[in-house]
Nanobody, 122 residues
Framework: QVQLVESGGGLVQAGGSLRLSCAAS????????MGWYRRAPGKERDLVAA???????NYADSVKGRFTISRDNAKNTLYLQMNSLKSEDTAVYYC????????????????WGKGTLVTVSS
């Protein structure tokens, strides 16, 4: 099993920057992909960015060019560098991890952190 803990959220002015971190523990060798999702007030949870074990990345159109996702396997930590923040980025941000079938169990699993709040003022 995998445990995920997010940190780095807070209050920032529009145009500013913030870096989120996600610390993974447990069966971290079984993680094949990780990503960041967010839930804005009154909205559904949406993908922000994701990265595979091979290094491929994927970004939502709304954050492309402003956010950068990265993964430090040695530290078992996922990051999200957020630049040029907008009020529309205000949301609870969640860390996600997917495990490989046959590693740590017969099925691939989807794990989530509890989230960290990002508030952008304007």
């Amino acid at each position: 099993q995998v445990q995920l803990v997010e940190s780095g959220g807070g209050l920032v002015q529009a145009g500013g920057s913030l870096r989120l971190s996600c610390a993974a523990s447990g069966d971290t060798i079984c993680i094949s992909a990780m990503g960041w999702y967010r839930r804005a007030p009154g909205k559904e949870r949406d993908l922000v960015a994701a990265v595979t074990s091979g290094g491929s990345t994927n970004y939502a159109d709304s954050v492309k060019g402003r956010f950068t996702i990265s993964r430090d396997n040695a530290k078992n930590t996922l990051y999200l560098q957020m630049n040029s923040l907008k009020s529309e980025d205000t949301a609870v941000y969640y860390c996600n991890a997917v495990t490989t079938p046959g590693c740590g169990g017969p099925y691939g699993m989807d794990y989530w952190g509890k989230g960290t709040l990002v508030t952008v003022s304007s």
